[in-house]
């Protein structure tokens, strides 16, 4: 049976595999559509990296990551099943975010 790091690795290296195969592919998409797919592609790897290595980052930091990534998602309209409530809440924390002091 596979240890919890072997199969992270694996899991790593699965998702490298994917992510650099697709982007092999986006030289067949126009210029915009290589942008909006290439955003995607950057996405899903940057989400497999905080799943397989989380416990490297401190529940903090995670929570500071996952604002960054939502308000990409929102800037990108790739937030769109969202409800109100939910776009506003997370606007609210990435605002207190900008304007805290170390």
């Known amino acids: 049976m596979a240890t919890f ?4 690795d694996s899991q790593l290296f699965e998702a490298t595999k994917t992510a650099l195969k697709n ?3 986006l030289s067949q ?10 955003y995607g592609i950057l996405r899903g790897y940057v ?8 416990e ?3 529940e903090e930091q ?11 998602s929102q800037l990108t309209s790739n937030d769109e099943n969202l409800d109100e409530a939910t ?3 997370q606007d609210q924390l990435a605002q207190e ?3 805290s002091e170390e």
Not at 5 to 8: A, F, K, T, V, W
Not at 29 to 38: D, G, I, N, V, W
């Open 56 to 58: 490297a980052f401190s």
């Open 47 to 54: 989400d497999v990296l905080l799943v397989n290595f989380a």
């Open 5 to 8: 790091e072997e199969r992270r």
């Open 97 to 99: 975010l900008r304007e």
């Open 87 to 89: 776009r506003a809440k």
């Open 29 to 38: 998409l126009s210029q915009p559509e290589r942008y909006f797919t290439a």
């Open 62 to 72: 995670l929570a500071e990551i996952r604002i960054v990534l939502d308000q990409l």
């Open 23 to 25: 982007i092999q592919e």
